[in-house]
């Protein structure tokens, strides 16, 4: 036995140990062998025999574990030292990742109205035209769905325009109070430099009992909001129209390039329009069977805040992946 306790001390690879081990405990091994000479032993010895194979089987199996621990890490070391890589080594490809412009500005604006405890919800992507329209205070052949070029697709289904279907699908399956906005991808056919067939809206809508919930309150959120987004602005509401709000507004910021002196992104007129806003039509809450509430609802787009906040003259450029453009957001 000594002969094989030298044989695994000296083995100098795994593969060695592998052979010396098998020869050992495989199937025709030597422990085997021993083992089966048992039954021509006498019941005496028998006993005391067996033991000491179960002992010595036990210490040969520890040598083996202990070698092969050994070996592996033997091995380890030799691969390390072969394949030379130094982990400290400065990379010059160490390029960190950053977020997207508008997704950056989304984040922004979500922040803000979690802050204010609005909650967020969804709606999916393909809507019918009754959430997108109908419900909305837009029958059909109503002339202001000329505004929105809307993506049909057979049986009346459609790309969402906007995301206020997402304010009629909340309203209906919730009873009020309701404190919520819904941020999302949207669809229009339009592509110039300010329009992309794809781009992202934030909605807002609150919703309480008749009478507790104000214009003043619209005003104050979206101003503080605005404030919160764009910094030191002055903000103002023009009279507007939106078939589910009355009255409507919408609210412009004074220009953030030329502080309101007149400039080309604002066309000379020194204001930027950001937002669209205003109570909520009671059409609207007739059509989710909501009684004896009032409430305000608003909607932006986020790729428009995204160009004002990082002075990007071409929307479309938010959409061409192009790292030169991308990579100055890290
Ligand atoms: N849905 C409108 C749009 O896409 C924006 C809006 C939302 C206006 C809510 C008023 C209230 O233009």
Redesign the pocket.
């Known amino acids: 036995m000594k002969k094989w306790i030298e044989k695994i001390q000296n083995s100098i690879n795994l593969e060695e140990l592998e052979e010396i081990r098998v020869k050992i405990f495989g199937k025709k091994g030597i422990l085997a062998q021993e083992f089966k000479k048992l039954k021509n032993l006498s019941n005496e010895e028998k006993p005391k025999v067996a033991k000491e194979l179960n002992e010595l089987k036990n210490r040969l199996n520890g040598l083996i574990c202990t070698k092969k621990d050994e070996l592996q890490k033997k091995a380890l070391q030799e691969e390390l030292i072969k394949e030379n890589i130094d982990p400290s080594l400065y990379s010059p490809y160490n390029i960190k990742g950053a977020l997207h412009p508008v997704q950056d500005t989304m984040d922004r604006i979500v922040e803000y109205f979690i802050s204010m405890n609005f909650s967020i919800e969804n709606g999916p992507l393909i809507e019918d035209d009754f959430h997108n329209f109908e419900a909305l205070n837009l029958p059909k052949f109503h002339p202001a769905r000329d505004?929105?070029d809307t993506f049909y697709f057979k049986d009346e289904m459609l790309l969402r325009?906007?995301?206020?279907p997402v304010?009629i699908r909340t309203m209906l399956n919730n009873e009020p109070p309701i404190r919520m906005i819904s941020p999302g991808a949207?669809f229009r056919r339009d592509f110039d430099l300010t329009h992309t067939p794809m781009f992202h809206?934030v909605?807002?809508l609150l919703v309480d009992k008749k009478q507790r919930v104000s214009f003043a309150n619209l005003k104050f959120i979206l101003s503080d909001f605005l404030k919160y987004m764009f910094g030191d602005i002055d903000i103002r509401y023009r009279p507007s129209f939106?078939p589910?709000?009355e009255p409507?507004a919408e609210v412009d910021i004074s220009c953030i390039f030329c502080k309101g002196k007149g400039c080309r992104v604002c066309s000379h007129t020194g204001w930027l329009e950001v937002l669209?806003?205003?109570m909520v039509d009671p059409n609207v809450f007739k059509a989710v069977g909501y009684k004896d509430v009032s409430g305000y609802?608003?909607?932006l787009g986020v790729e428009r805040f995204a160009m004002l906040i990082h002075k990007i003259p071409d929307l479309r450029s938010l959409f061409e992946g192009d790292l030169r453009l991308l990579e100055q957001f890290r």
Do not use: D, I, K, R
């Open positions: 505004m929105q325009t906007h995301t206020s304010q949207v809206q909605e807002g939106f589910f709000t409507s669209g806003c205003g609802a608003f909607g």
